[in-house]
């Protein structure tokens, strides 16, 4: 069974500054997909970025990027330019390709603190 | 606002008994899914409905149900709840509730069982 490992129960950071929260996981398949889910205070689950395995260039989303290292299975999550909106929950996530597996497999989260 | 809806927002019961959770998916998806989120942990995958069908099954408690409704609305029904049954329930949907459709999550049930 996949598992997915989040190291960092809490960061913080200074606003503008960047910072990189960590993600492993574990699995024997060879193809899946990446999450990160923000959960702000509101406690709304909202995708971040996402990631293909098959893929080898690293996702980005504006501030947001990943550093996928598929041989150690690790997904780290930066974010630049920090802003107080990002201060939440990040979870990162694993999705399997195989039709009986479809739900996401979860972090235990890691919580965001940025300092003004 | 993902376009997902669940009622109610929050729920109080007691031990012992039975609620009903309601998620209405986005205009469009056929697949729901349901997750559970015990107090700052991640989420628990319970199960899956594709078009009415039941697709995929976690660890999802007996004393737990849930169907999907030909409209596409799904319930989730828990029974002979436990003080430990109290979290955060999160409904998602996606199109065709393949690995590739994003899920879209909507605001969650809070249920607190006394």
């Known amino acids: 069974a996949q598992t997915v490992t989040q190291s960092q129960p809490e960061m913080s950071v200074q606003e503008a500054e960047t910072v990189t929260l960590s993600c492993t996981y574990d699995?024997?398949?060879?193809?899946?997909?990446l999450f990160w889910y923000k959960q702000p205070p509101s406690r709304q689950m909202i995708l971040v970025i996402r990631q293909e395995a098959y893929k080898q260039q690293n996702a980005t989303e504006n501030r947001f990027s990943v550093n996928f290292q598929k041989a150690a299975k690790s997904f780290s999550l930066k974010i630049s330019d920090s802003q107080l909106g990002d201060a939440a929950m990040y979870f990162c996530?694993?999705?399997?390709?195989?039709?009986?597996?479809?739900?996401?497999?979860w972090g235990a989260g890691t919580k965001l603190i940025i300092k003004p | 606002d993902s376009g997902v809806t669940q009622t109610p927002k929050h729920l109080i019961t007691a031990t012992g008994q039975r609620v009903t959770l309601r998620c209405s998916p986005r205009?469009?998806?056929?697949?729901v899914y349901w997750y559970q989120q015990s107090l700052d942990q991640g989420l628990q995958f319970l199960i899956q409905?594709?078009?009415?069908?039941?697709?995929a099954k976690g660890n999802i408690l007996e004393r737990f149900s849930a169907q999907q409704f030909p409209d596409l609305h799904s319930e989730l029904n828990l029974s002979s709840l436990e003080l430990g049954d109290s979290a955060l329930y999160f409904c998602?949907?996606?199109?065709?509730?393949?690995?590739?459709?994003?899920?879209?999550f909507g605001p969650g049930t809070r249920l607190t069982v006394l």
């Open positions: 205009s469009g998806d056929l697949s």
């Open positions: 998602a949907s996606s199109v065709w509730g393949l690995p590739s459709n994003e899920q879209f």
């Open positions: 409905y594709y078009n009415g069908e039941e697709r």
């Open positions: 699995t024997s398949e060879s193809d899946y997909y």
């Open positions: 996530a694993y999705r399997s390709l195989f039709i009986s597996n479809y739900q996401l497999i």
